[in-house]
């Protein structure tokens, strides 16, 4: 099992940047990708970006393409995901999730641990 733990959420203003983080503990060395994923208020869950664990292949949705960058800290068993350029369309509850085999990073069902979330908060 892997727990994982964000921090990094808050307020700010549209056109303002945010650095998420989320820490890893447990059974690390079972990771094949790390994501996040949001939820805004009566809105499905949707993915943001996530990262091969084994390649550092990086993936985006389109909403957040050139705008959010997804990194990793191997020392502190780390992901990271910058967010830059924010507008109000972004707030959202965002989760961190990890997957324990290769597949679809794009699908929640993918996962099999995930975080408490943090909000993130862009005013207009």
């Known amino acids: 099992q892997v727990q994982l733990v964000e921090s990094g959420g808050g307020l700010v203003q549209a056109g303002g940047s945010l650095r998420l983080s989320c820490a890893a503990s447990?059974?690390?060395?079972?990771?094949?990708?790390m994501g996040w994923f949001r939820q805004a208020p009566g809105k499905e869950r949707q993915f943001v970006a996530a990262?091969?664990?084994?390649?550092?292949?990086?993936y985006y949705d389109n909403s957040v393409k050139g705008r959010f960058t997804i990194s990793r800290s191997n020392a502190k068993n780390t992901v990271y995901l910058q967010m830059n350029s924010l507008k109000p369309e972004d707030t959202a509850v965002h989760y961190c999730?990890?997957?324990?085999?290769?597949?679809?990073?794009?699908?929640?069902?993918?996962?099999?641990?995930w975080g408490q979330g943090t909000q993130v908060t862009v005013s207009s």
């Open positions: 447990g059974r690390t060395f079972s990771i094949y990708v």
């Open positions: 990262m091969d664990w084994r390649t550092n292949v990086t």
């Open positions: 999730a990890a997957a324990s085999v290769a597949g679809d990073v794009t699908k929640i069902r993918l996962y099999n641990s």
